[in-house]
């Protein structure tokens, strides 16, 4: 099988490349995203593999249909940017990765709170400099402290573990509680009201859309420390920073921002910014953005790569398809 | 009772304002160092309060006795920089703080191993600068790897709980080891060469000095990740250079530096640096040099500050106090 590869970064070329021949598949890669005018890249393929950032709209996969592709290849677990209707129109199959990395999620979630808590991000840009004075650097002492986590799934679950082995109090709050996990689940105002860090694990949905707004923010301690590594909208951008200059935070790390798509992944340091939220983030001193870099691991890029083999796999050979998007899939 | 503050920095300050006046003591902050010379700035004082590098010795001492000073308050654990023999000679009673935070610099030993393997060092450089790429920034999930702690003592073990909830396989190394602590206990040759991480949590002492160096790095897994938030001799600095040189190593933290003396605690970001072992280190995109901060948590220096005016209240009503170090033969 021939796929056509869009949206290609050296990471994944590594992985992809030490594993392809054995499954018998041969991968172009290339640089541009895939949109309806470098669908014409794919002519000649069988498949597409794509990411996050590209965009399979109906014109676009009405092209691909014409160049002949049949299965187009998630290498993520989202696939809100395929028009899955259009696809099965022209009977495209489309597989995705529906899980890597839980445990790469929680270990940065875990990895920015402890950053941010001890300043190392501004101890290190000083140290660059062989200025080694520590005013300003101090952090508080976690264990003992509360952290709430929100979102109770696989990488919350991580996360109830990592936490315990600090010596925080942990408290969770998820629309389904896990009976079976050992954490004391409560409201998400009491979380609000009694957590030292917080930490969002929760999909993002119609219900959880600006889970942390002008109100939610105005319920948490004085001094919170708030940790978002799973989508950006979950946080409204304004309110959380109308708290940042009232001080209420001591620290706010974010792997995800609700207009990444616009800036992550790509080099604009030589733009001008037009973001005026995203140039505030990254002036102030408590704030670390970073750019959607939780699941990337050595490990996850190669289950990503594994996966996305197998289910083109299961495709040639007729097999089931375990990880099959469909429309009706969606709706359960 | 009236004391001498040196050294001090702001953070000092806050946290000995806050609780002196409890003690009915009296603080004259002074931001210089005790080093010869210095020794008047207490004259009218009963008592001085040290840190890790001022100069204490015999020239030093006499001069305090003279001015009329009885007590001198470390507030820090190490004493090595006293001369005790010269303290007991001239009657001036010398106090420390023998332990305030082993949980802060476990914490820290912890957030360096999670900021290094995951590169948030660079990320942040970049973000910085609306660069938001993320090649190069790749880490590995720790989960499943095997860390080795050397030294289990105070710090180690909170260390080993701390990383027992990452879910890290732990192998522990101590020339005391502890028979209550659920532990693998291995020689330092095989921990060496397991360990993808390896945390040093020693104290240095005439065995521990240099414990890595080129021989145990040549032993050492390659791609290892390597953590100090003990004291700098306990690394051969040249031998890890030239490992780091020879990509031996995926990451090095270091809180503390053989020479950090010279450095630690001022900017010197003007100055042109004449250590090219630490100009070295500081440029290399695996390696994080921090200042010493792995103590530096509110709860510490509230804990200092605390211990240290009991210290100084436990002479004045003249009991026998556990902190006080004594001289022996």
């Given at each position: 099988?021939?796929?056509?590869f869009?949206?290609t970064?050296?990471?994944?070329?590594?992985?992809?490349?030490?594993?392809?021949p054995q499954y018998g598949?041969?991968?172009?890669?290339?640089?541009s995203r895939?949109?309806a005018s470098?669908a014409?890249?794919?002519?000649g393929?069988d498949?597409?593999?794509?990411?996050?950032?590209?965009?399979?709209d109906?014109e676009?996969?009405?092209?691909l249909?014409?160049?002949g592709?049949?299965?187009?290849?998630l290498?993520?677990?989202?696939?809100d940017?395929?028009d899955?209707?259009?696809?099965e129109?022209k009977n495209?199959?489309v597989?995705?990765?529906p899980?890597?990395?839980?445990?790469?999620?929680?270990e940065?979630?875990?990895?920015?709170?402890?950053?941010?808590?001890?300043?190392?991000?501004?101890?290190?840009?000083?140290?660059?400099e062989f200025?080694?004075?520590?005013n300003?650097?101090m952090?508080?002492?976690?264990?003992?402290?509360?952290?709430?986590?929100?979102?109770?799934?696989?990488?919350?679950?991580?996360m109830?573990e990592?936490?315990?082995?600090?010596?925080?109090?942990?408290?969770?709050?998820?629309?389904?509680?896990?009976?079976n996990?050992?954490?004391?689940?409560?409201?998400?105002?009491d979380?609000?009201?009694?957590?030292?860090?917080?930490?969002?694990?929760?999909?993002?949905?119609?219900d959880?859309?600006y889970?942390?707004?002008?109100?939610?923010?105005?319920k948490?301690?004085?001094?919170?420390?708030?940790?978002?590594?799973?989508r950006g909208?979950?946080?409204?951008?304004d309110?959380l920073?109308?708290?940042?200059?009232?001080?209420?935070?001591?620290?706010v790390?974010?792997?995800?921002?609700?207009e990444e798509?616009?800036?992550?992944?790509?080099?604009?340091?030589?733009e001008?910014i037009?973001?005026?939220?995203l140039?505030?983030?990254m002036?102030y001193?408590?704030v670390?953005?970073?750019?959607?870099?939780?699941f990337?691991t050595?490990?996850?890029?190669?289950?990503?790569?594994?996966?996305t083999c197998?289910?083109l796999?299961?495709?040639?050979?007729g097999l089931?398809?375990?990880?099959k998007?469909?429309?009706e899939?969606?709706?359960? | 009772?009236?004391?001498?503050?040196?050294?001090?920095?702001?953070?000092?300050?806050?946290y000995f304002?806050k609780l002196?006046?409890q003690?009915?003591f009296?603080?004259?902050?002074f931001e210089?160092?005790?080093?010869?010379?210095?020794?008047?700035?207490?004259?009218g004082?009963d008592?001085?309060c040290?840190?890790?590098?001022?100069?204490?010795?015999?020239?030093?001492i006499?001069k305090?006795?003279?001015?009329?000073?009885?007590?001198?308050?470390m507030?820090?654990?190490?004493?090595?920089?006293i001369?005790?023999?010269?303290?007991?000679?001239?009657?001036?009673?010398v106090?420390?703080v023998?332990s305030y935070?082993?949980?802060a610099?476990?914490?820290?030993?912890a957030?360096?191993?999670l900021?290094?393997?995951r590169?948030?060092?660079?990320?942040?450089v970049?973000?910085k600068?609306f660069?938001?790429?993320?090649?190069?920034?790749?880490?590995?999930?720790l989960r499943?790897k095997?860390?080795?702690?050397?030294?289990?003592?105070?710090?180690?073990?909170?260390?080993i709980?701390?990383?027992?909830?990452l879910?890290?396989?732990?192998?522990?190394?101590?020339?005391?080891?502890?028979?209550?602590?659920?532990?693998n206990?291995?020689?330092?040759d095989?921990?060496?060469?397991?360990?993808d991480?390896?945390?040093l949590?020693?104290?240095?002492s005439?065995?521990?000095?240099?414990?890595?160096?080129?021989n145990?790095?040549?032993k050492?897994?390659?791609?290892?990740?390597?953590?100090?938030t003990?004291?700098g001799a306990?690394?051969?600095?040249?031998?890890?250079?030239?490992?780091?040189?020879?990509?031996?190593?995926?990451?090095?933290?270091?809180?503390?530096?053989?020479?950090?003396d010279e450095?630690?605690?001022?900017?010197?970001?003007?100055?042109i640096i004449?250590?090219?072992d630490?100009i070295?280190?500081?440029?290399y995109?695996?390696?994080?040099?921090t200042?010493?901060q792995?103590?530096?948590?509110?709860e510490s220096?509230q804990?200092?500050?605390?211990?240290?005016?009991?210290n100084?209240?436990?002479f004045?009503e003249?009991g026998t106090?556990?902190?006080?170090?004594?001289?022996?033969?």
């Amino acid at each position: 099988m021939k796929i056509a590869f869009y949206d290609t970064k050296e990471y994944d070329r590594i992985y992809f490349d030490k594993i392809a021949p054995q499954y018998g598949f041969d991968i172009i890669y290339y640089e541009s995203r895939l949109n309806a005018s470098t669908a014409v890249l794919a002519d000649g393929c069988d498949a597409i593999c794509i990411f996050v950032s590209d965009n399979a709209d109906k014109e676009t996969i009405d092209k691909l249909s014409e160049y002949g592709i049949k299965v187009i290849l998630l290498r993520c677990a989202g696939y809100d940017n395929v028009d899955l209707k259009a696809c099965e129109e022209k009977n495209i199959t489309v597989l995705r990765v529906p899980s890597y990395s839980p445990t790469a999620v929680a270990e940065y979630a875990s990895a920015l709170m402890l950053t941010l808590n001890r300043r190392i991000h501004k101890a290190y840009m000083r140290t660059r400099e062989f200025n080694f004075k520590i005013n300003g650097l101090m952090g508080v002492t976690l264990r003992g402290r509360t952290a709430g986590i929100i979102g109770t799934g696989k990488i919350g679950k991580i996360m109830v573990e990592i936490l315990k082995g600090y010596g925080m109090e942990v408290l969770a709050n998820d629309l389904y509680p896990d009976e079976n996990l050992d954490v004391e689940y409560t409201s998400l105002d009491d979380l609000f009201n009694r957590s030292d860090v917080i930490t969002i694990h929760c999909p993002l949905t119609k219900d959880t859309k600006y889970l942390i707004n002008k109100n939610s923010i105005s319920k948490m301690k004085d001094g919170v420390i708030l940790i978002n590594t799973s989508r950006g909208a979950l946080v409204d951008t304004d309110a959380l920073i109308d708290g940042l200059v009232a001080n209420k935070f001591r620290g706010v790390a974010l792997d995800v921002y609700e207009e990444e798509d616009k800036y992550f992944f790509e080099d604009k340091s030589q733009e001008i910014i037009k973001d005026t939220d995203l140039i505030k983030l990254m002036a102030y001193p408590n704030v670390i953005v970073t750019s959607h870099q939780a699941f990337f691991t050595d490990e996850s890029m190669e289950a990503i790569a594994q996966v996305t083999c197998d289910n083109l796999k299961e495709f040639e050979q007729g097999l089931e398809m375990k990880n099959k998007v469909s429309e009706e899939y969606t709706k359960k | 009772m009236k004391i001498a503050f040196y050294d001090t920095k702001d953070y000092d300050r806050i946290y000995f304002e806050k609780l002196a006046p409890q003690y009915g003591f009296e603080l004259k902050f002074f931001e210089t160092r005790f080093i010869p010379g210095t020794e008047t700035l207490a004259t009218g004082c009963d008592a001085v309060c040290l840190f890790v590098n001022d100069i204490i010795n015999r020239e030093t001492i006499e001069k305090l006795a003279d001015i009329g000073i009885k007590v001198i308050l470390m507030r820090c654990a190490g004493y090595d920089n006293i001369d005790l023999k010269a303290c007991k000679d001239f009657g001036i009673s010398v106090f420390r703080v023998p332990s305030y935070s082993p949980t802060a610099v476990a914490e820290y030993a912890a957030a360096l191993l999670l900021t290094l393997n995951r590169k948030i060092h660079k990320a942040y450089v970049r973000t910085k600068e609306f660069n938001f790429k993320i090649s190069g920034l790749m880490g590995i999930t720790l989960r499943g790897k095997t860390i080795g702690i050397i030294g289990t003592g105070k710090i180690g073990k909170v260390m080993i709980d701390i990383v027992k909830g990452l879910g890290m396989n732990i192998l522990a190394y101590d020339l005391f080891p502890d028979p209550n602590l659920d532990v693998n206990y291995v020689s330092l040759d095989e921990l060496l060469k397991k360990s993808d991480v390896i945390s040093l949590h020693v104290p240095l002492s005439p065995d521990s000095k240099y414990i890595i160096n080129k021989n145990s790095i040549s032993k050492m897994k390659d791609g290892v990740i390597l953590i100090n938030t003990s004291r700098g001799a306990l690394i051969d600095t040249e031998a890890l250079i030239a490992g780091l040189k020879a990509n031996k190593f995926r990451g090095v933290a270091l809180d503390v530096y053989e020479e950090e003396d010279e450095y630690f605690f001022e900017d010197r970001s003007l100055d042109i640096i004449k250590d090219e072992d630490l100009i070295k280190l500081v440029t290399y995109p695996n390696v994080i040099v921090t200042s010493h901060q792995a103590f530096f948590t509110e709860e510490s220096l509230q804990a200092i500050a605390e211990t240290t005016c009991e210290n100084l209240k436990c002479f004045e009503e003249g009991g026998t106090c556990e902190n006080e170090i004594a001289y022996t033969e």
